[in-house]
């Protein structure tokens, strides 16, 4: 198990989110599992829309609906997108399944992944929103120290707050 490398982004538009999503995206493989934490409105679903058409998913078919915990995409890359929110924690995850949902074959988009946090994969992908007012977020992703997301980190330094 490598370690994992820690990138600490500042997005000042929707817009800037969508970019590091899409970056991100690019370097995802089948089996990567993403798991987002931040509060309410912290742009969690904003940026798996933009994971999504990095993968080749139309940024209208990623959405939040208040009681859809999983919504699978088969887009060249499957996707699977999770929203945990409603669920009390990681035992009634378990009871719905979510350790077979976390072992797919496609990337795997996990919102609130918190809430389950004993579930998820150590190798998982984390991003971390902090709101820090207006239109600004901070977007802290730590991904395995492995090549593939070099270029990740090439192509998201001007977001790159640090590091
Ligand atoms: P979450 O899934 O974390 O609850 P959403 O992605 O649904 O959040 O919503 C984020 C909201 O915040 C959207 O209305 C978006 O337009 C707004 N927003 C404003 N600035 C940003 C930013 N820099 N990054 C992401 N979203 C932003
Ligand atoms: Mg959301």
Do not use: N
């Not at 996707?79 to 797919?104: F, K, N």
């Not at 190798?123 to 820090?132: G, H, N, P, W």
């Amino acid at each position: 198990m490598r370690d994992k490398k820690h990138l600490s982004f500042l997005s000042k538009s929707p817009d800037d989110t969508l970019a590091i999503a899409r970056a991100l995206g690019a370097a995802l493989r089948p089996g990567d599992v993403v798991a987002l934490t931040g509060d309410l409105g912290a742009g969690k679903t904003l940026f798996c829309k933009g994971v999504g058409e990095a993968l080749g998913i139309a940024p209208d078919r990623i959405l939040s609906p208040t009681f859809t915990i999983v919504t699978e995409h088969l887009g060249p890359v499957p996707l699977t997108h999770i929203d945990v929110y409603r669920l009390s924690g990681a035992r009634e995850a378990d009871e719905i399944g979510m350790r077979e949902l976390l072992s797919g074959d496609g990337v795997c988009l996990v919102e609130w992944a918190e809430k389950i946090e004993e579930l998820l994969p150590i190798d998982c992908i984390r991003v971390t929103f902090t709101i820090s007012g207006g239109d600004r977020r901070e977007i802290a992703i730590a991904a395995p120290d492995h090549p593939r997301f070099d270029d990740f980190r090439a192509r998201s330094i001007r977001f790159q707050s640090r590091g």
